[in-house]
């Protein structure tokens, strides 16, 4: 409880107040319209999809190509529940983070046993089956899509979500367990000669990225009202892994800013036609020439944030910056 209230936790917090008390305030007041409150919210829900992929790929090392699958399967399943079981909106996208879960372990068992780019491959080929299954099952809509779910997901909603699932996966890389997938990813082999069970905590770092995939999916069919495969496709995930790289594999503070960056990216050039379609992808060519680990590596953001990124006290065997 001590260590809760510490002075930089309290910054913390107090900063996530303001920031809150101010978008909440801008959009009461109808300065921020309707289209832009939009765009905040699905960048609210990007930002719960970086930082969970980032547990499997930038801190277990374990490269994910299927996370739109398992954020389509939460969609689909919350949206589903709500629709036509009419349960509540919270219990309806755990159930759907959940059934995620339980397919990320049956994807995972197998295929994290081996080494190389096997998994790269085998969620790839996941993400493309659940499309194609969805696409043929009329009951969901199939290739038209699924409507009239209940837009439930509000900013305050997405907000929420999105700061318990930032606390929750940085508790975890600062547990022991988190330290453990950490030593996984600098040396596999050397891992297990020190006794831990690399398995065990690739799984659990898979699983845990499904569910918070899963639990954003359910988010994102809650806001929009309609969803249909093609809005989970291959492309989507490798958005979401260029969330993570473009902000740094290993650093949280890089997959929230750059979550949000890139999201109001395209928004922003949107005014300069086709030329957007050159800007945007020529942004990251340069960003990986002159900064090929991301904005923050592996390093994460202090107090200090209107300062240059210096090296600090080592803590969990991580540096910030």
Do not use: W
């Amino acid at each position: 409880m001590k260590n809760l209230f510490n002075k930089k936790n309290i910054f913390i917090i107090v900063g996530v107040l303001i920031t809150y008390g101010v978008l909440f305030g801008l959009i009461s007041a109808n300065v921020i319209n309707s289209y832009y409150k939009g765009i905040i919210t699905f960048a609210l829900i990007n930002v719960i999809l970086a930082v969970s992929l980032n547990l499997i790929v930038g801190f277990t090392g374990q490269l994910c190509l299927g996370h739109a699958g398992f954020m389509s399967i939460g969609a689909y399943v919350s949206a589903i529940i709500t629709q036509k079981a009419h349960m509540p909106f919270v219990a309806s996208i755990l159930i759907g983070a959940v059934v995620a879960c339980i397919l990320a372990a049956l994807v995972g068992y197998p295929t994290l046993k081996l080494t190389g780019d096997y998994f790269a491959i085998t969620t790839l080929a996941f993400c493309q089956i659940i499309q194609i299954v969805i696409m043929n099952i009329d009951t969901v809509g199939g290739a038209r899509g699924l409507t009239g779910i209940p837009t439930k997901t509000t900013f305050t909603v997405a907000f929420i979500f999105m700061i318990a699932s930032i606390v929750i996966i940085k508790n975890i890389i600062n547990s022991s367990q988190g330290r453990a997938m950490l030593s996984i990813r600098e040396n596999e082999i050397a891992a297990e000669s020190m006794g831990i069970n690399a398995l065990k905590y690739k799984m659990m770092a898979f699983v845990i990225a499904a569910f918070f995939a899963g639990l954003a999916g359910g988010l994102y069919a809650h806001y929009s009202g309609y969803i249909k495969p093609d809005l989970f496709d291959f492309n989507k995930s490798i958005d979401y892994l260029t969330f993570v790289v473009f902000g740094g594999m290993g650093s949280l503070s890089g997959s929230i800013i750059s979550a949000i960056m890139l999201t109001f990216l395209p928004e922003l050039l949107r005014s300069m036609g086709d030329f957007r379609m050159v800007i945007y992808p020529l942004a990251l060519i340069l960003l990986m020439i002159f900064r090929p680990e991301g904005l923050f590596g592996d390093k994460e953001i202090s107090l200090k944030i209107f300062g240059k990124l210096i090296p600090s006290k080592k803590s969990d065997d991580r540096e910030e910056a």
